[in-house]
């Protein structure tokens, strides 16, 4: 049986990437909560916020182990699945490849001593220092592999001669157009989503009837990372929507189904699209928005697909993971906002059911938004896999083996999905925060 290797390439790809992506963002996220946590309770003489840091770090330890096999099988992939990209384009995306793997050692370094120093320390500021190149290392490792993408969607840094990339300035093709915004999304959403995730395992806690001091003390923390990084977050998002109104004006158009070169153009949220009339129908637009979102004026005029080539095209179908991206978005900002003033209104209460339901989901919901995000990015640079150079087609690889690869690796993800969940419930079953708290007599 013969098999397409692009499609089987482009579909390995997007099952490690999406299975990466899961620990990957909490493993950027997490150890902003973990540095936080110890400093609040090592300034407020709080054991709790201590013990709080305590049982994160355990879960992230976890979670870190996964990401790095993880994280490997895309570098390998990368050579093995799309030869031509790396042989043309990887003496320009090798220095931020090089940094992220240099980021992550420096990461890995210091946790590995902040594990193993917990009350090593006369003055526990010392060990709460050690966390802060954990939270440096696990950022920037965030940052140089996101600026390798960045370069794949507006690709600077070179001259092109006879199809080769000559006269390469690194530092150019790092921080070119799409940095910015890519950067600053990257790692807003992996600090709201693990935020959220955080607090969507206290809130289940608190509604199956715990109401330690502990967890409540557990859940502000986590829900103030979640405001303000859901702020951050919508912040990034008109930012991101100017970038691609002038740089990929035909991807913010497939994921706004917005054909027609026209001012005052809708924003058109939901619908279904019959893509061979490209009539949209239950859809809700509301006028002149996707102006503004792309140049700030209700009369700009946005670019329509129709005049781009239809090979061109992104795949339309990207606009359903546009949404499902905006609507979760907004769900988790106003949870955040909701929980707050719940929280600040004396006559209202924080941990009501309700109010912990909608936190439950939001951690899910927040993973979700991340996934959809990532494949509305990549999908949406479709059929280009270096943008206006290169197309994905041209650097697949011509090995007959990808196949197997595909089965192999889905296995792998499959066990691993299987066994992360139930090391981490049984790690925490174990040794429950109430069996810690009397262990250690924490009374305040």
Same mark, same amino acid.
């Not at 305590?54 to 992230?60: E, S, V």
């Not at 600053?184 to 715990?210: D, R």
């Given at each position: 049986m013969?098999? @397409?290797?692009?499609?089987?390439?482009r579909?390995?790809?997007?099952? &490690?990437?999406a299975f990466?992506?899961i620990?990957?963002?909490?493993?950027?996220?997490?150890?902003?909560?973990?540095?936080?946590?110890?400093? #609040?309770?090592?300034?407020?003489?709080?054991?709790y916020?201590?013990?709080?840091?305590?049982?994160?770090?355990?879960?992230?330890?976890?979670?870190?182990?996964v990401?790095?096999?993880?994280?490997?099988?895309?570098?390998?992939?990368?050579?093995?699945?799309?030869?031509?990209?790396m042989?043309k384009?990887?003496?320009?995306?090798g220095?931020?490849?090089?940094?992220?793997?240099?980021?992550?050692?420096?990461?890995?370094?210091?946790?590995?001593?902040?594990?193993?120093t917990? @009350?090593r320390?006369?003055?526990?500021?010392?060990?709460?220092?050690?966390?802060?190149?954990v939270?440096?290392?696990?950022?920037?490792?965030?940052?140089f592999?996101?600026?390798?993408?960045?370069?794949?969607?507006?690709?600077?840094?070179?001259?092109?001669? @006879?199809?080769? !990339?000559l006269?390469?300035?690194?530092?150019?093709?790092? !921080?070119?157009?799409?940095?910015?915004?890519?950067?600053?999304?990257?790692?807003?959403?992996?600090?709201?989503?693990?935020? !959220?995730v955080?607090?969507?395992?206290?809130?289940?806690?608190?509604?199956?009837?715990?109401?330690?001091?502990y %967890?409540?003390?557990?859940?502000?923390?986590?829900?103030?990372?979640?405001?303000?990084?859901?702020?951050?977050?919508?912040?990034?998002?008109?930012?991101?929507?100017?970038?691609?109104?002038?740089?990929?004006?035909?991807k913010?158009?497939?994921?706004?189904?917005h054909?027609?070169?026209?001012s005052?153009? *809708?924003?058109?949220l939901?619908?279904?699209?019959?893509?061979?009339?490209?009539?949209?129908? %239950?859809?809700?637009?509301?006028?002149?928005?996707?102006?503004?979102?792309?140049?700030?004026?209700?009369?700009?005029?946005? #670019?329509?697909?129709? @005049?781009?080539?239809?090979?061109?095209?992104?795949?339309?179908?990207?606009? %359903?993971?546009?949404?499902i991206m905006?609507?979760?978005? +907004?769900?988790?900002?106003?949870?955040?906002?909701l929980?707050?003033?719940?929280?600040?209104?004396?006559?209202?209460?924080?941990?009501?059911?309700?109010?912990?339901?909608?936190i439950?989901?939001?951690?899910p919901?927040?993973m979700?938004?991340?996934?959809?995000?990532?494949? +509305?990015?990549?999908?949406g640079?479709?059929?280009w896999?270096?943008?206006?150079?290169?197309?994905?087609?041209?650097?697949v &690889?011509?090995?007959?083996?990808?196949?197997?690869?595909?089965?192999?690796?889905?296995?792998?993800?499959?066990?691993?999905?299987?066994?992360?969940?139930?090391?981490?419930?049984?790690l925490f079953? *174990?040794?429950?925060?109430?069996?810690?708290?009397e262990?250690?007599?924490?009374?305040?």
């Amino acid at each position: 049986m013969e098999f @397409d290797t692009l499609l089987l390439s482009r579909l390995l790809t997007f099952i &490690t990437l999406a299975f990466h992506i899961i620990f990957a963002t909490i493993g950027v996220g997490l150890p902003l909560y973990i540095c936080l946590a110890e400093l #609040i309770g090592i300034k407020r003489k709080d054991p709790y916020f201590i013990l709080l840091a305590r049982r994160w770090t355990r879960g992230y330890i976890i979670l870190v182990a996964v990401g790095v096999v993880t994280g490997t099988i895309i570098g390998l992939q990368l050579s093995l699945l799309w030869p031509s990209f790396m042989q043309k384009a990887g003496h320009l995306v090798g220095l931020p490849l090089f940094m992220e793997t240099f980021a992550f050692f420096f990461e890995a370094i210091f946790l590995g001593i902040y594990i193993y120093t917990w @009350d090593r320390f006369s003055n526990p500021i010392f060990h709460w220092l050690l966390s802060i190149p954990v939270v440096i290392g696990s950022s920037a490792s965030a940052f140089f592999i996101t600026t390798v993408n960045a370069f794949m969607n507006t690709p600077r840094g070179f001259t092109l001669v @006879d199809g080769s !990339f000559l006269n390469v300035q690194p530092l150019v093709a790092m !921080f070119n157009p799409a940095t910015p915004t890519k950067v600053a999304h990257v790692l807003t959403t992996a600090y709201l989503t693990s935020g !959220f995730v955080l607090a969507s395992i206290t809130a289940y806690f608190l509604l199956k009837g715990k109401g330690h001091v502990y %967890y409540k003390k557990a859940l502000h923390l986590s829900m103030i990372g979640c405001l303000v990084f859901s702020i951050f977050t919508m912040l990034n998002g008109d930012f991101a929507g100017k970038y691609l109104a002038k740089y990929q004006p035909e991807k913010l158009a497939a994921a706004e189904w917005h054909f027609e070169t026209e001012s005052r153009a *809708k924003l058109l949220l939901g619908g279904i699209l019959d893509e061979e009339t490209l009539e949209v129908k %239950y859809g809700i637009g509301i006028p002149a928005a996707l102006s503004i979102l792309a140049y700030n004026s209700p009369d700009a005029e946005v #670019i329509g697909l129709n @005049d781009f080539p239809r090979d061109l095209w992104p795949p339309l179908y990207i606009h %359903y993971f546009f949404n499902i991206m905006i609507f979760s978005g +907004m769900f988790l900002a106003f949870v955040a906002v909701l929980y707050f003033v719940f929280y600040y209104v004396k006559a209202l209460n924080s941990l009501h059911p309700w109010i912990l339901r909608g936190i439950f989901i939001g951690g899910p919901l927040a993973m979700l938004a991340i996934e959809s995000g990532w494949i +509305m990015t990549e999908v949406g640079r479709q059929p280009w896999i270096l943008v206006g150079l290169m197309r994905t087609g041209e650097a697949v &690889t011509t090995a007959g083996q990808v196949f197997e690869m595909l089965i192999l690796f889905t296995s792998l993800y499959f066990v691993l999905g299987l066994l992360v969940p139930v090391i981490l419930i049984r790690l925490f079953s *174990k040794k429950s925060a109430e069996t810690e708290i009397e262990k250690r007599g924490i009374i305040l």
